[in-house]
């Protein structure tokens, strides 16, 4: 179980790419407006992208409140998408919610990237040069930018 732990909270073997597509990856798909749905594509955008699983879902769980909070708003742009629509049931609200954040969603995603891309490559995120114990920096090219 110790192993496991380990390899799970592992950090050094990423890549600033790698960590910053799967934290965007966790955002974007975590604030998805049907409640219990983004668990699922999280974990399988995780392993079919093969992402940093642990990181995805951690992101995915910290989005929840974000996720209920922005309904109404992901509702009412779906609306003036798809104004023939109208509101009868649980499955009209929701096909109004996924419109609106489908049309949110990949801007985001990619503004997000960009923007962790830069934040990490800025704070020094080398592959194995994050902080694990006396081997830190030990490294030739663990230099902090």
């Known amino acids: 179980m110790k192993k496991l ?5 592992d ?3 990423l890549t600033p790419e790698v960590l910053a597509v799967s934290l965007a990856f966790g955002l974007v798909l975590g604030i998805f407006p049907v409640y219990g749905v983004p668990t699922l594509l999280c974990a399988a955008a995780a392993v079919l992208l093969r992402l940093n699983h642990p990181a995805v879902q951690l992101v995915n769980t910290l989005t929840g409140p974000l996720q209920l909070a922005l309904f109404i ?3 009412n742009l779906g ?3 798809l104004p023939g629509l109208h509101p009868g049931g649980v499955w009209d609200l929701a096909a109004r919610a996924i419109a609106g954040w489908s049309c949110v969603s990949l801007p985001l995603g990619v503004l ?3 923007a962790l891309l830069g934040i990490l490559r800025r704070a ?4 194995g040069c994050l902080p694990a114990g006396p081997e830190f920096r030990t490294q030739p090219d663990c230099e902090l930018a």
Request: no cysteine.
């Open 5 to 9: 732990w380990a390899q799970v909270l």
């Open 11 to 13: 950090l050094r073997s």
């Open 73 to 75: 708003p992901f509702h």
């Open 79 to 81: 609306g003036r998408l």
């Open 112 to 114: 997000l990237y960009l």
């Open 124 to 127: 020094g995120v080398r592959t």
